[in-house]
Structures are given as structure tokens and as C-alpha cells.
Nanobody, 120 residues
Framework: QVQLVESGGGLVQAGGSLRLSCAASGRIFSINAMGWYRQAPGKQRELVAAFTSGGSTNYGDSVKGRFTISRDNSKNTVYLQMNSLKPEDTAVYYC??????????????WGQGTQVTVSS
């Protein structure tokens, strides 16, 4: 079993900042990829930012230059620093992890999501 604990969402005015964190724990042998996705009402879930299995980072086009993903490997935690927030960033933000469990199986897991609301 894997747990993802997300935190840091909330309400902020346009132009403000928020920092999300996601900590993974449980039957994890190694993490291959980890990052953040978001889903706004009536829209598909989309990539925000993620570390790939090769160690590089991917960002959604709409957040490049405003959001920064970072990680603490010792804590199996990723962070998302969101600056210059816009009303269109309003969404539920989900943490996702791809990992190898202690039995050697490759698995993926989604967090429960945290709401980010940006007021104009």
C-alpha cells in the first residue's frame, strides 16, 4: 500500500503564490517518476509539472516560467512552487507517483487532490 499526502492548496488572489507538497510513503522500493497534474471543472486532467523516469522535468505549457517543481529524494517528496497565479490555474491538483514496489512490480498511484482557487 502507498500513501500520498498532499498539502498546500487554498485560496489566493491573482498574482499570488502557493506551494504544494506531496509526500509518498509505504511499500515503495524506488520512485521512477513523480509530479503534479490538475483538473478544472469540465476539463481533462493535464500535466502541470513532473520529474520523469530519466530525471528530467516536464512542465505544462501554460505554467512554464511561473511554476517550479523540486524534490527531496530523502523524503520521497515533491514540491510545486506556484507563482504569478492566474484565475485559470484554479483546479484540483493531483499528485501522481510511478514507482517500483518491494515485490518488484511497477505501479502508479494518484493522490486525493488538493483544491487551488485563484480569485481575480
Amino acid at each position: 500500500q502507498v500513501q500520498l499526502v498532499e498539502s498546500g492548496g487554498g485560496l489566493v488572489q491573482a498574482g499570488g503564490s502557493l506551494r504544494l507538497s506531496c509526500a509518498a510513503s509505504g511499500r515503495i522500493f524506488s520512485i521512477n517518476a513523480m509530479g503534479w497534474y490538475r483538473q478544472a471543472p469540465g476539463k481533462q486532467r493535464e500535466l502541470v509539472a513532473a520529474f520523469t523516469s530519466g530525471g528530467s522535468t516536464n512542465y505544462g505549457d501554460s505554467v512554464k516560467g511561473r511554476f517550479t517543481i523540486s524534490r527531496d529524494n530523502s523524503k520521497n517528496t515533491v514540491y510545486l512552487q506556484m507563482n504569478s497565479l492566474k484565475p485559470e490555474d484554479t483546479a484540483v491538483y493531483y499528485c501522481h507517483v510511478e514507482y517500483e514496489d518491494i515485490s518488484g512490480w511497477a505501479r502508479g498511484y494518484w493522490g486525493q487532490g488538493t483544491q487551488v482557487t485563484v480569485s481575480s
